[in-house]
């Protein structure tokens, strides 16, 4: 896919203190945008040639696909592709950082094995990062069926929310063992508790009630501008079924550990292209 007027959006890798060459635009500091916890102005904000700033998307979701089958091109084992797959996010973490983008969703799905190992290097990764970055702090949240979870996965997991939990920056909501299905069967099964308990009647149930109950209260953004999918699949499987009712989607071809900051800067193009009506009809 080409975009017309684009050119290539470098940023350093993996490091939010390093000098930009880019032009900050000024007043997107002002607009209540996440300004990277604190960062100075030529390290976040930034607009590249084509993008508009007041249109850049608060919350991003991406349902990161195709990382064994790139191994299996390359003749490498699985856990290759995985680690290349973690470059590719923290790259996404950068480039969300670094736009001003408020939320970034994304869904881990590996081998049991590759996924224990891999969500708790990332994490504990995640949290040296915190601690020895002052500037460009994230908030990390994780999403799913924690339960089905090894205890010290658990309790690492909880550990890295509370530590990023007061960070302004960036908002990295993790998916794991997520169904969407169950997700609106959860928040159901509250809401007829409290009814039930008479805590709430039957004609107070309506969709920002249920919003409240599925776990993507956690953020302020709980309704993603935009979901990526990667690999040339065309479907959403199983993923926050309720909350992408009107999100616009973008299905890349690439194999998620080759989709860069070239391939984001398309799906953001083309996002910007789009008329969004949210359910409504271009003839009324």
Request: include cysteine; charged fraction near 25%.
């Amino acid at each position: 896919m080409s975009v017309p007027h684009a050119r290539p959006f470098h940023l350093p890798r993996l490091s939010l203190r390093s000098p930009s060459q880019l032009v900050v635009d000024e007043e997107q500091l002002a607009d209540g945008r996440p300004d990277c916890a604190g960062a100075p102005a030529a390290e976040c904000c930034l607009v590249p040639a084509g993008l508009r700033r007041e249109s850049i998307p608060k919350h991003v979701a991406i349902i990161m696909d195709g990382n064994r089958r790139w191994a299996q091109l390359r003749g490498l084992p699985a856990s290759s592709g995985y680690e290349a797959g973690v470059r590719s996010l923290r790259l996404m973490v950068e480039l969300c950082c670094k736009l001003g983008i408020g939320v970034l969703t994304v869904e881990i799905e590996f081998l049991m094995s590759l996924f224990e190992r891999g969500v708790r290097e990332e994490l504990e990764s995640f949290l040296r990062y915190q601690f020895a970055n002052p500037i460009g702090k994230i908030r990390i949240s994780i999403i799913g069926s924690t339960s089905k979870l090894p205890n010290s996965l658990q309790k690492l997991i909880v550990n890295v929310e509370e530590t990023t939990k007061n960070s302004s920056g960036l908002h990295l909501i993790v998916a794991v063992s997520y169904s969407g299905q169950y997700d609106i069967v959860q928040a159901c099964q509250r809401i007829a508790m409290k009814v039930k308990d008479g805590v709430i009647a039957p004609d107070d149930v309506n969709e920002s009630l249920i919003e409240q109950e599925l776990v993507t209260n956690c953020t302020q953004f709980p309704y993603p501008d935009l979901l990526i999918r990667t690999s040339g699949e065309l479907r959403i499987s199983n993923f926050l079924l309720w909350q992408l009712a009107y999100t616009e989607l973008f299905f890349a071809k690439s194999l998620w550990p080759d989709f860069g900051e070239i391939e984001f800067l398309e799906a953001l193009h083309d996002f910007q292209r789009r008329q969004r009506r949210y359910g409504g009809s271009c003839f009324k």
